[in-house]
């Protein structure tokens, strides 16, 4: 037995096939998406301007094409974390591994209402806080929509993507 089907604390290996259920149908979902993701980007003007300027191939993907191709992905990736999540309780149920899973489930055969409430609460507040990263992600990707956040900030209190201005010397 390579792997085991039952969470054994002293074998590293026991975590192999939990891992590979959970990450499988979002690693497909992913590779999709930046494909088509890319593939649209790839046909756009400024990728052909870009071309004609010379560039070589690597930095054209890179630095022009990749960024405006990462945002839809990300946006999947974030959503996918509650599928992660949702998905979690399920494998750690039938591969015996000890996690948030096990105590949803161990928290409903008991009846344990505010066991149940509270693992609801964590699973929501990681989600949202996963929600908030991929947000804050977006300013990093595409710096049209860091300009965006800018711009809606001016007149307001500093936050965090303000940009102190350089003093300029007649």
Not at 72 to 97: K, N
Not at 114 to 127: D, E, G, N, R, Y
Not at 128 to 146: Q, T
């Amino acid at each position: 037995k390579l792997f085991p089907s039952l969470a054994v604390p002293s074998n590293p290996l026991s975590i192999v096939l939990p891992a590979i259920t959970l990450a499988a149908m979002s690693t497909a979902v992913q590779t999709r998406m930046t494909r088509s993701s890319m593939l649209e980007v790839m046909r756009q003007d400024y990728i052909r301007t870009a071309r004609a300027k010379g560039l070589d191939e690597k930095v054209v993907i890179r630095k022009h094409a990749l960024r405006n191709a990462l945002i839809p992905v990300v946006t999947v990736v974030g959503i996918q974390v509650g599928q992660l999540l949702v998905g979690a309780v399920l494998t750690e149920t039938v591969f015996s591994y000890p996690g948030i899973g096990t105590i949803m489930v161990d928290a409903i055969n008991r009846k344990d209402t505010p066991q149940i409430l509270a693992s609801v609460v964590f699973m929501a507040l990681i989600f949202a806080v996963v929600n908030l990263i991929v947000d804050i992600l977006y300013a990093f990707i595409d710096p049209r929509i860091k300009a965006q956040y800018l711009q809606a900030g001016k007149g307001k209190k500093k936050g965090l993507f303000h940009v102190i201005p350089r003093k300029t010397t007649p």
